[in-house]
């Protein structure tokens, strides 16, 4: 199976902050990334796809990249909704697997 | 709008099967994967399995934890995607999220708590 390694697994951060969260894949997956993010008693909300596309309504603060097996979600300008957990996952190869998580915490 | 709706969540002995539904709406069902996929209390996400949309078969795949005691179908007529559950482990216990893939992963259900506990 391949392994997402995702960091860091908590973060603590303040409302105008730029923060970044990374996964890295154990092979190469290409693009084939989604990035998610779950509020607390919540389903998760897909937010980007293809490692940098962003899906329909989300807020331009959200940004993603992709460098070899490495995958970068990018949040800038740090929203108070924005608060919440988040996970990477890959979809090349089953079974499709997921990032630990990432709790993304108002300093 | 689409919908998509798990029921049938419980508590079930060790060893007890369970059979989860997810009822949709609002899109074409058969032409898009559903995916059903679980977080145990506290933890993070887990892929349990899919069936794959009607062009490519409507044939399911499963992780390798569930594979042999759980089962996906579907009835077409109904909308509706089941999770069939037997052998059931304390592992088991978990939030499941039934998910529609019409575009990248990006319809859930509210999810249903199964509990695996004597």
């Known amino acids: 199976d391949i392994q997402m390694t995702q960091s860091p697994s908590s973060l603590s951060a303040s409302v105008g902050d730029r923060v970044t969260i990374t996964c890295r894949a154990s092979?190469?997956?290409?693009?084939?990334v989604v990035w998610f993010q779950q509020k607390p008693g919540k389903a998760p909300k897909s937010l980007i796809y293809?490692?940098?596309t962003l899906q329909s309504g989300v807020p331009s603060r959200f940004s993603g990249s992709a460098s070899g097996t490495d995958f970068t979600l990018t949040i800038s300008n740090l929203q108070p909704e924005d608060f919440a957990t988040y996970y990477c996952?890959?979809?090349?190869?089953?079974?499709?697997?997921f990032g630990q998580g990432t709790k993304l915490e108002i300093k | 709008e689409v919908q998509v709706v798990e029921s049938g969540g419980g508590l079930v002995q060790p060893g007890r099967s369970l059979r989860l539904s997810c009822t949709t709406s609002g899109f074409t069902f058969g032409g898009y994967a559903i995916n059903w996929v679980r977080q145990a209390p506290g933890k993070g996400l887990e892929w349990v399995g899919f069936?794959?949309?009607?062009?490519?078969?409507?044939?399911?795949e499963y992780a390798a934890s569930v594979k042999g005691r759980f089962t996906i179908s579907t009835d077409d007529s109904k909308s509706i995607a089941y999770l069939q559950m037997t052998s059931l482990e304390t592992e088991d216990t978990a939030v499941y999220y039934c998910?529609?893939?019409?575009?990248?992963?990006?319809?859930w259900g509210q999810g249903a708590l199964v509990t695996v506990s004597s």
């Open positions: 092979q190469g997956i290409t693009h084939h």
């Open positions: 996952q890959q979809y090349l190869i089953l079974p499709y697997t």
């Open positions: 293809a490692a940098s």
């Open positions: 998910m529609a893939d019409i575009f990248f992963f990006d319809y």
């Open positions: 069936i794959r949309r009607k062009s490519q078969g409507g044939t399911t």
